[in-house]
């Protein structure tokens, strides 16, 4: 049984950092791109960032550049995401979800084939 778990949300003030991590399982890690997505209250769910197989490469929205790292290590199988300076516009559930497909890294939520079941992050200004 497939699972990713993530962790690390919570409430942080505007400037603030947060660091999530997403742990797997019931699946060959290191075969799979992971992204993390997000759902602010009351919109749609949205790429946040993206990472190859490898670690090799990454991708992010525009809007987290420069603030967001995401990192992976196939060996504990797990992936992180560190959030710099947030702002209140980054308050939403972070979902990260494995990618099985090979090639470059989606953005499309359709694309990929298991989720986990979020984490709340709150960023209060």
């Known amino acids: 049984q497939v699972q990713l778990v993530e962790s690390g949300g919570g409430l942080v003030q505007a400037g603030a950092s947060l660091r999530l991590s997403c742990a797997a399982s019931?699946?060959?890690?290191?075969?799979?791109?992971v992204g993390w997505f997000r759902q602010p209250p009351g919109k749609e769910r949205e790429f946040v960032a993206g990472?190859?197989?490898?670690?090799?490469?990454?991708d992010y929205a525009d809007s987290v550049k420069g603030r967001f790292t995401m990192s992976r290590d196939n060996a504990e199988r797990t992936v992180n995401l560190l959030m710099n300076n947030l702002k209140p516009e980054d308050t939403a559930v972070y979902y990260c979800?494995?990618?099985?497909?090979?090639?470059?890294?989606?953005?499309?939520?359709?694309?990929?084939?298991?989720w986990g079941q979020g984490t709340q992050a709150t960023v209060s200004s």
């Open positions: 990472i190859s197989w490898n670690g090799r490469y990454t």
């Open positions: 019931g699946l060959t890690f290191g075969a799979y791109h």
């Open positions: 979800a494995a990618d099985a497909t090979s090639g470059s890294i989606r953005k499309s939520d359709s694309s990929y084939d298991y």
